[in-house]
C-alpha cells in the first residue's frame, strides 16, 4: 500500500529560528500534498494543499509567509515554519493519496519551540 | 461547508465488548476514510469507504451516502484498540479532506 515518510518525527528548536519538516511519498507519486496541523486533544485542521511545480494553496487564516511550502518533486513536499514562536508549536502531519483510493498520512511531527 | 460530527466523543469499554461509532455527514461526499490515531500520533487508515460496507478482521465500517452517515463498528474490543478514532470526508471537485472532531475510545482490561 501508499507509504508517506514524515522526517523529523519530533523538533525542538529556539523562538525565532526556522524549522524544517519534509514529507515523502514512498511507493508512488503525489503531485498534490496536504499539511496539517492538530493541536492536543483536537482534530486536524488543514493548513494547505502543496501543489508539484506550482504554488501552494492555503486554507483561510493560514499564514504563508509563516508557513512555506515548496514541492518540487513528485515525491518531496517540506513545510518550513520560519522565525518560530512558542504558538507554532504543534504535531504537524502531512497527507498524500487521491479521491479513488484514499489518503495515506505520514507518521507526524511534534514541534516545541523553546 | 461540509460539517462532519462524530459521536460519542468519549467512549469507555471493558475488553472484550462491542461498539459502535457514528460520524455523520452535512452533505454529498465521493470520499469517506476511518482512521485510528494512536498514542504516538500515527493516523492509521481503517476503511476508504465512502459506500457500502467492508470487513477487516474485527473491524467493519458501512456507509450509508443517501442517508449521510457512516458507522464503525469494533467487536471483541483490545486494550490496544484504544485511541481516537477520525471520520474524514471529501467531496466532488476537491481533494481535501475534512475531518470530525473524533471519538476517544478507552478499552480497559
Known amino acids: 500500500g501508499a507509504v508517506v515518510s514524515q522526517h523529523p518525527s519530533r523538533v525542538i528548536c529556539k523562538s525565532g529560528t526556522s524549522v524544517k519538516i519534509e514529507c515523502r511519498s514512498l511507493d508512488f507519486q503525489a503531485t498534490t500534498m496536504f499539511w496539517y496541523r492538530q493541536f492536543p486533544k483536537q482534530s486536524l485542521m488543514l493548513m494547505a494543499t502543496?501543489?508539484?511545480?506550482?504554488?501552494?494553496?492555503?486554507e483561510q487564516g493560514v499564514e504563508k509567509d509563516k508557513f512555506l511550502i515548496n514541492h518540487a518533486s513528485l515525491t518531496l513536499s517540506t513545510l518550513t515554519v520560519t522565525s518560530a514562536h512558542p504558538e507554532d508549536s504543534s504535531f504537524y502531519i502531512c497527507?498524500?493519496?487521491?479521491?479513488?483510493?484514499?489518503?495515506?498520512f505520514g507518521s507526524g511531527t511534534r514541534l516545541t519551540v523553546v | 461547508g461540509i460539517q462532519v460530527e462524530q459521536s460519542p466523543p468519549d467512549l469507555i469499554l471493558q475488553e472484550g465488548a462491542n461498539s459502535t461509532l457514528r460520524c455523520n455527514f452535512s452533505d454529498s461526499v465521493n470520499n469517506l476514510q476511518w482512521f485510528h490515531q494512536n498514542p504516538w500520533g500515527q493516523l492509521i487508515n481503517l476503511f476508504y469507504?465512502?459506500?457500502g460496507t467492508k470487513q477487516n478482521g474485527r473491524l467493519s465500517a458501512t456507509t450509508v451516502a443517501t442517508e449521510r452517515y457512516s458507522l464503525l463498528y469494533i467487536s471483541s474490543s483490545q486494550t490496544t484498540d484504544s485511541g481516537v478514532y477520525f471520520c474524514?470526508?471529501?467531496?466532488?471537485?476537491?481533494?481535501?479532506?475534512?475531518f470530525g472532531k473524533g471519538t476517544k475510545l478507552t478499552v480497559n482490561p
Open positions: 497527507s498524500a493519496g487521491d479521491r479513488v483510493y484514499g489518503y495515506t
Open positions: 469507504i465512502p459506500s
Open positions: 474524514a470526508v471529501g467531496w466532488s471537485g476537491s481533494e481535501k479532506l475534512v
Open positions: 502543496s501543489n508539484e511545480g506550482s504554488k501552494a494553496t492555503y
